[in-house]
């Protein structure tokens, strides 16, 4: 909740640090010189309810949406001494980070692969790959499930998809105002909005996006790195090593006939 909060913070001081510097540039005088009919408070306000609720929603729609789209099978009763494992790698390692026990998953996929979801870290879910059992030795798997178990500890689900939710707040924001510009500058539309103004705002926010999604790459990155710090730290040092090769040698290319 103080991660929502904080968030929430963030996305309301950067507003209004937006508007005391559109005020300081004229930006809203200007507009309206140009017959650009546009609130820019108002417009502000709406942009963070169109950003943020979707991006919330999303997150609590986190679960099924990975159980449905990825076919995963959760473990209820163990079928088996790989599903048994399984749920008690998961049930120590939760135990060592301090949050409930996930939800375990296995789903049907030729790739070494592992996901965390959840918008609560003490009622997520962690779900590997059958591909992962198959191609990795037990002291792998355990390092990355301790690297998906460091995401629920960490709270990265919630975190990225508030930061998404900062993102397209703001993307939504200025590819409105391109459009209304080009829309009643450019092609002087002087009553509702023209085609112009829905083509060239659909442009921007795609333009803006993938500018945007570099900062949301990055920030990716940086908890990918402290997730694989958190595995070594839940699972063992060397065993994140191995896992992280083993993962590297199943991305490299076949080697080529000469």
Do not use: C
Not at 39 to 52: R, T
Not at 98 to 106: A, S, T
Not at 187 to 202: H, L, N, S, V
């Amino acid at each position: 909740m103080m991660r929502i909060l904080l968030f929430m913070a963030t996305n309301v001081a950067i507003m209004i640090a937006i508007t005391i510097i559109f005020n300081l540039l004229g930006l809203k005088s200007t507009l309206d010189a140009q017959g650009v009919d546009l609130n820019l408070d108002a417009l502000l306000v709406m942009s963070a309810i169109i950003g943020m609720t979707g991006s919330i929603i999303s997150l609590f729609m986190s679960k099924w949406s990975a159980k449905n789209a990825m076919g995963v099978h959760v473990i209820e009763h163990p079928q088996n001494q790989t599903e048994q494992w399984l749920l008690s790698i998961v049930a120590r390692q939760a135990q060592q980070a301090g949050i409930g026990m996930p939800e375990v998953g296995i789903f049907q996929a030729p790739e070494p692969n592992a996901f965390a979801t959840g918008a609560n870290r003490n009622s997520a879910l962690v779900a590997v790959s059958t591909g992962l059992l198959q191609s990795m030795s037990a002291d792998e798997v355990e390092a990355v499930v301790g690297h998906e178990i460091s995401h629920v500890a960490n709270g990265d689900m919630v975190t990225m998809a508030l930061m998404q939710g900062v993102v397209n707040t703001f993307v939504y924001f200025f590819a409105t105002i391109i459009g209304h510009i080009v829309d009643r500058v450019v092609f002087k539309t002087e009553r509702g909005y023209g085609p112009a103004y829905y083509i060239t705002q659909m442009v921007a926010q795609i333009a803006l996006s993938i500018l945007a999604s570099m900062l949301v790459m990055w920030f990716s990155r940086y908890r990918e790195f402290r997730a694989d710090a958190g595995g070594a730290s839940l699972a063992g040092r060397q065993k994140m090593i191995s896992a992280l090769q083993a993962l590297q040698r199943s991305h490299e290319p076949a080697q080529l006939p000469g």
